[in-house]
Every structure is written in C-alpha cells, then in structure tokens.
C-alpha cells in the first residue's frame, strides 16, 4: 500500500537543517531532488545517510510506514541514536563544553574523541563530534588507516555549533527512524515493493586530485560503484523506485544509462585542498 505522500512545492528554506557539515552533502541540490521524488511510497530507505540534508529538509512532510537510515560510518550512527534518545542530554554537554575555537583545544578534543569509547559515553562523543565537525578543515570526517578521526584544525573566524532547538528539531525528525550501521547491501535487499530508496553514494573524483570517496577506511571504489548498481537493477526488478545523486562523469552516465538521467549544476570543492570551489555536473538517476 502507498501511503507517504510529499509537497514538491516545498521551499529550502524554514526546513530543519543537518547538524553536520559533510561532504558530498545535499543541500544545494535539494530543490533539484525534491521536486524529482515520487509522490507517493510505503517505506523510506536512505542506506548513505552522511549529513542527512535530503531526510531532515523533507521528514517532517512524509507519512511512510517506516523510515530507515543507514551508514557505514559507526560513529555517525552513534551520533544519531544519541539525537534521537538523548537530545537533552546532548545540548546540556554542548553548552558546557569546554574546548574553545584554538588549535590546542581542538588537538585536544580530538585525541580525547578518539580515545572515547563511544559505546560507554555516548554524549560526549557524540557532542565532541559536532566540535570537531564545526571547528575542523572544511568539515571534513577523514580516518587514518587505525579508523582515527585525522583531520587538522579549520581556522574558523567563528564556528557556529548547533543550539538546543536545533538539535531538538533534528531529535524530531529522527524520532520514526531506525538508525542502522550496514553497507548498503545489507539494507537494499529488505527494501519491497512499494518502496522507495533515496542514494547518495560517496562521489566518483572529479579529478585525480579531489578523491573525496574516503570517508570510512573502507573507501568507495570502482568495483563498489558496480556492486550499487547491480543493487540498483535488483530494486527495480522488485518494483522498488530509487533516486540516486552522484557526480556527473562518462563512467557513471554509461553504468547507469538504463535509467533516467538528469544532468544538474551544483557548487562544491573540487580538489583534495577544499579551497578551490566550481561549478560541476551532477547527476540523478532514477527508475521511475
Ligand atoms: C555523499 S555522502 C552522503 C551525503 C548525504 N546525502 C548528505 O546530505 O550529507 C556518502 C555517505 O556514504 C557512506 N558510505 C560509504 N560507503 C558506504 C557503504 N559501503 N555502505 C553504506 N554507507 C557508505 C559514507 O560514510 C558517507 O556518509
């Protein structure tokens, strides 16, 4: 049975916001996803979760049977569930926190987030997530080959970290969801008839020089890209509708050819420095 139902006419602005920057994230892409969502579904699928721009602009306006967010970052996930069960909890450690926008704080912060078992302290790691997400390079979240969080200081005039209304709207927001720690493949092969599947898997590099895909130690590569889209024709052959964002290249346009593609602009950082900003092709794919 299709219930969820959306308004397309649907404005950016005045929408709960993600509490994370991310990369690859969606907010400048947001109108050009909205107004190409199906209008009607049973259940939400988003197994690339990330910054959540598209689920957190929309989720109040849905009415699914159930919503379930998926990625293969555990600490994100972490971070989730903590917004999701302990809001209050996460707000009241964030006005206290005690590590200010200076290089040695922010050293400091991220050694302690990555000694902090995350399991035991939920909060705290979960708040020290949103300081280093706000105080780091560009927002970055990269791991060394030992899963620790290495991204350097961000130089920030002044980092805004996220009241207590935000983090209790975004609480909201996520308070229908199952929150899951999977690869997408785990997740795409529960997804019915009726469905439908919101991806937005880590980008191909638009250069040799932007490789952004390494967002958990694992990597997104190639022989990835095929796995999605044989996951991808799976979906279609259970009558799953999907729409999936990437970057626009030959390789990606030819891998996803017997779908519909549409071709739309977006700004982002386009080298591995993030200060060099363009306008590059991105597409969205869909089966319907
Ligand atoms: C482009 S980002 C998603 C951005 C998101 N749409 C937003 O608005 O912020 C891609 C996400 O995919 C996750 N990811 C990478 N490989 C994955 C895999 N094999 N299974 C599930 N998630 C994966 C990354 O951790 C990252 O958060």
Redesign the pocket.
């Known amino acids: 049975m299709v219930t969820a139902f959306i308004t397309v006419s649907h404005k950016v602005d005045g929408m709960a916001r993600?509490l994370l920057k991310?990369?690859?994230?969606?907010?400048q892409l947001l109108h050009e996803i909205i107004t190409r969502l199906p209008s009607g579904f049973s259940n939400y699928w988003e197994?690339?979760?990330?910054?959540?721009?598209?689920f957190f602009s929309i989720s109040e306006e849905f009415c699914a049977h159930s919503y379930t967010i998926?990625?293969?970052?555990s600490v994100?996930c972490l971070f989730y569930e903590t917004v999701r069960d302990k809001p209050m909890d996460l707000a009241e450690y964030l006005a206290g926190i005690e590590y200010h926008n200076t290089p040695s704080e922010y050293y400091e912060a991220r050694s302690r987030f990555n000694l902090l078992d995350g399991k035991a302290n939920p909060v705290e790691k979960s708040g020290l997530l949103i300081y280093l997400n706000r105080h780091c390079f560009n927002g970055l979240y990269r791991v060394n080959s030992h899963g620790e969080f290495n991204v350097p200081f961000g130089s920030y005039i002044s980092p805004r970290m996220p009241g207590r209304n935000q983090i209790m709207e975004a609480s909201k927001c996520l308070s229908r969801s199952t929150i899951l720690n999977?690869?997408?493949q785990d997740i795409l092969t529960e997804a019915e008839e009726g469905d439908f599947v919101y991806l937005?898997?880590?980008?191909e590099p638009v250069s040799q020089s932007s490789s952004f895909t390494a967002?958990?130690k694992?990597g997104?590569n190639r022989d990835?890209q095929k796995r999605l889209s044989s996951m991808l024709w799976e979906l279609d052959n259970k009558g799953v509708k999907f729409l999936l964002s990437n970057s626009g290249n030959e390789y990606l346009e030819e891998l996803y050819s017997a779908f519909k593609i549409v071709k739309v602009g977006a700004r982002r950082n386009i080298n591995s420095k993030g200060n060099s900003r363009g306008n590059v092709k991105e597409i969205l794919v869909t089966n319907y």
Not at 70 to 73: L, Q, R, T, V
């Open positions: 993600p991310w990369a690859g994230g969606k907010r197994p690339f979760f990330g910054g959540g721009a598209l998926s990625d293969i970052n994100l999977r690869d997408f937005d898997p880590p980008y967002y958990s694992e997104f990835q």
